[in-house]
């Protein structure tokens, strides 16, 4: 069950790229409900206690962590799970079990490619790529560009619901697939 949980760092959150470099490996946890502010205290202890120099940040409904060694990433994931610190409806703060953890991530690699086949069927891909670069490139921070890729996905098919999510793959997707469009998508040319 950890292979899915432990990944190199190139997609989703936009780290830096030095950051990438010391800290390459990647965990997520499902971030749509809330914490206490105890149970987030926990977790940046146990972080702090894996790796005093971790990195994280959120993106699209993920919590990423980022450790420099594949034991750290793993000790992490564990300890998420055992603790049951993923948060699978949004406002809720219920403790979902093992299973369910691992259902909700069949289901997101599920969603995931449903929606590369909507982006790519519509040829919609680039656009909403696009979107998100120009305005990170004009100085957004990365949830104002979602949330601007996310309106192109709106105006696209306005049939869809969830538009933010539809961005939020397009963005890791091509984060990961093309690095380097990244690299020079800020303000006078600040890396990413």
Not at 111 to 139: C, D, H, P, S
Request: charged share 25%.
């Amino acid at each position: 069950m950890m292979e899915w949980l432990v990944e190199g760092a190139h997609c989703g959150y936009l780290p830096l790229i030095s950051g990438e470099c010391c800290h390459p490996i990647r965990i997520a946890r499902i971030a749509r409900g809330d914490l206490t502010p105890a149970e987030k205290s926990r977790i940046n202890e146990r972080a702090a206690r894996i790796e005093a120099q971790w990195r994280g940040g959120y993106f699209n409904g993920l919590e990423y962590f980022h450790f420099r060694l594949p034991e750290q990433g793993v000790a992490m994931a564990a300890f998420i799970l055992k603790e049951r610190l993923h948060r699978l409806v949004p406002g809720s703060t219920c403790a979902p079990t093992a299973g369910e953890v691992e259902a909700a991530w069949h289901r997101m690699a599920e969603q995931r490619e449903a929606i590369l086949v909507w982006a790519r069927g519509n040829k919609a891909l680039m656009e909403i790529v696009q979107t998100y670069r120009f305005e990170r490139r004009q100085g957004a921070c990365s949830l104002d560009a979602h949330a601007a890729a996310a309106r192109t996905v709106e105006q696209i098919d306005r049939s869809i619901t969830d538009a933010r999510t539809y961005a939020g793959v397009c963005i890791e997707w091509a984060e990961c697939e093309y690095r380097q469009w990244f690299w020079r998508c800020a303000p006078n040319h600040q890396v990413l």
